[in-house]
């Protein structure tokens, strides 16, 4: 008859001092979870505040005012797709106090997603004295300030570029969010066709038209790069730079052409996509007649 030794399993090496890591990384992770501390809780904090949506202005004259809120939207061209302006934050950007919210600086992208929310909406507003209400002029400064709250009120801001100062991709004049308004933080809308820019100087600016934004320090346009992808927390999206990009016509291409758009008065998201014949019919009527 054969005999079979009993087996006892002996544990080997410094077992007690993983064990103990083990534990101590699972309390840790707990602790995290019950704070909301984890990476994936941070990012869906996150997207839960910033992708909130925002009611755009209803326009009833067809004209843009100081205190409007809009999204600025570039209709795309051939190696882009329709885009907005965007905050570019992510979870290493925002403040915990006083209370939540987006740090400055910050940086834009322009976003594939045009949805009015906290990332996208901007206000009109006044610095020169203009009050809150009256209408925006070709030619005029103004600035473009994000909500208050989560997004912080902070003001689109451009600079020369420098050696050590210039956007990530396209090493072309860097636009970004800061918190203090000043001359950087200074626009212009101007009209996109150069033969009828004279003709409209010191007249309204229609809603939902396409428009040049200038800098008013640098005399650089507002851009989309279609070429210059970035990867963010929210994909794919373009990177935004000041900068003209000019034909050889002389005229500022596709990529520098905006929208700042409305929202419908019937309620039904951007008069934009809602009503595009009654933009474009409302665009020629203005090349008709400057005066309206």
Same mark, same amino acid.
């Given at each position: 008859?054969?005999?079979?030794?009993?087996?006892?399993?002996?544990?080997?090496?410094?077992?007690?001092?993983?064990?103990?890591?083990?534990?101590?990384?699972?309390?840790?992770?707990?602790?995290?979870?019950?704070?909301?501390?984890?990476?994936?809780?941070?990012?869906?904090?996150?997207?839960?505040?910033?992708? +909130?949506?925002?009611?755009?202005? @209803?326009?009833?004259?067809?004209?843009?005012?100081?205190?409007?809120?809009?999204?600025? @939207?570039?209709?795309?061209?051939?190696? +882009?797709?329709?885009?907005?302006?965007?905050?570019?934050?992510?979870?290493?950007?925002?403040?915990?106090?006083?209370?939540?919210?987006?740090?400055?600086?910050?940086? %834009?992208?322009?976003?594939?997603?045009?949805?009015?929310?906290?990332?996208?909406?901007? %206000? =009109?507003?006044?610095?020169?004295?203009?009050?809150?209400?009256?209408?925006?002029?070709?030619?005029?400064?103004?600035? &473009?300030?994000?909500?208050?709250?989560?997004?912080?009120?902070?003001?689109?801001?451009?600079?020369?570029?420098?050696?050590?100062?210039?956007?990530?991709?396209?090493?072309?004049?860097?636009?970004?969010?800061?918190?203090?308004?000043?001359?950087?933080?200074?626009?212009?809308?101007?009209?996109?066709?150069?033969?009828? +820019?004279?003709?409209?100087?010191?007249?309204?600016?229609?809603?939902?038209?396409?428009?040049?934004?200038?800098?008013?320090?640098?005399?650089?346009? &507002?851009?989309?790069?279609?070429?210059?992808?970035?990867?963010?927390?929210?994909?794919?999206?373009?990177?935004?730079?000041?900068?003209?990009?000019?034909?050889?016509?002389?005229?500022?291409?596709?990529?520098?052409?905006?929208?700042?758009?409305?929202?419908?008065?019937?309620?039904?998201?951007?008069?934009?996509?809602?009503?595009?014949?009654?933009?474009?019919?409302?665009?020629?009527?203005?090349?008709?007649?400057?005066? =309206?």
């Amino acid at each position: 008859m054969s005999y079979v030794k009993p087996y006892r399993s002996n544990r080997l090496g410094n077992w007690y001092e993983d064990q103990r890591l083990y534990e101590d990384a699972k309390k840790e992770y707990l602790e995290k979870k019950e704070r909301g501390e984890l990476a994936g809780q941070k990012v869906d904090f996150l997207k839960q505040h910033i992708l +909130r949506p925002v009611d755009l202005t @209803v326009t009833n004259d067809g004209r843009l005012h100081f205190g409007d809120v809009v999204m600025l @939207v570039n209709m795309g061209g051939e190696n +882009r797709e329709s885009s907005a302006v965007s905050i570019n934050t992510d979870i290493n950007g925002l403040t915990k106090s006083p209370s939540p919210g987006i740090q400055a600086p910050c940086g %834009i992208s322009a976003g594939r997603t045009i949805q009015a929310c906290t990332r996208t909406a901007f %206000i =009109i507003t006044s610095v020169d004295g203009s009050p809150e209400g009256s209408t925006l002029h070709f030619e005029q400064s103004f600035a &473009l300030k994000t909500t208050s709250g989560f997004a912080s009120g902070l003001y689109l801001t451009s600079d020369l570029q420098t050696f050590h100062k210039s956007a990530k991709k396209s090493f072309l004049q860097e636009v970004n969010l800061e918190d203090g308004g000043c001359f950087l933080s200074w626009w212009k809308i101007m009209h996109f066709d150069p033969q009828e +820019r004279l003709e409209y100087e010191g007249h309204p600016v229609p809603a939902n038209v396409k428009v040049l934004i200038i800098h008013c320090k640098t005399n650089q346009a &507002l851009a989309v790069l279609g070429d210059k992808v970035l990867w963010t927390t929210y994909g794919k999206e373009y990177e935004v730079t000041a900068h003209t990009f000019l034909d050889s016509h002389k005229a500022e291409q596709d990529n520098n052409h905006w929208i700042l758009c409305t929202a419908d008065p019937a309620g039904n998201g951007l008069v934009l996509f809602n009503h595009p014949q009654s933009a474009a019919d409302k665009e020629e009527l203005t090349q008709a007649n400057p005066g =309206i």
